[in-house]
């Protein structure tokens, strides 16, 4: 099993910042991937931003240049820096993980979620 945790979030005023951090732990072999997805009221799911262990970044549209994805897949840790933050981010932000863990001789794979933190932006 492999559990997620964050921390960060709250409530900031537009323009404000905000600082979201994530860590895996269990047993874990190796991490493919790890990021950030947020669902706001009324609407589904969005990637926000993932990194590789390719060292690839992806993020969405709608929060280039703002927000910073940055992490240690090696150590299981990613952070999500928000900056220049708009009302239409407030949202459920939720860390994800994908990988391979380790059982009983075997290498299955994993793909996680954390149990989601609130980031709200006032107008």
């Known amino acids: 099993q492999v559990q997620l945790v964050e921390s960060g979030g709250g409530l900031v005023e537009t323009g404000g910042s905000l600082r979201l951090s994530c860590a895996a732990s269990?047993?874990?072999?190796?991490?493919?991937?790890m990021g950030w997805y947020r669902r706001a009221p009324g609407k589904q799911r969005e990637l926000v931003a993932v990194l590789t262990s390719a060292g690839r970044f992806n993020y969405a549209d709608s929060v280039k240049g703002r927000f910073t994805i940055s992490g240690d897949l090696g150590r299981n840790t990613v952070d999500l820096q928000m900056n220049s933050l708009k009302p239409e981010d407030t949202a459920v932000y939720y860390c994800n993980a994908e990988g391979l863990w380790y059982y009983s001789g075997t290498y299955p794979r994993f793909d996680s979620w954390g149990q989601g933190t609130q980031v709200t932006v006032s107008s």
């Open positions: 269990g047993s874990i072999f190796s991490i493919n991937a």
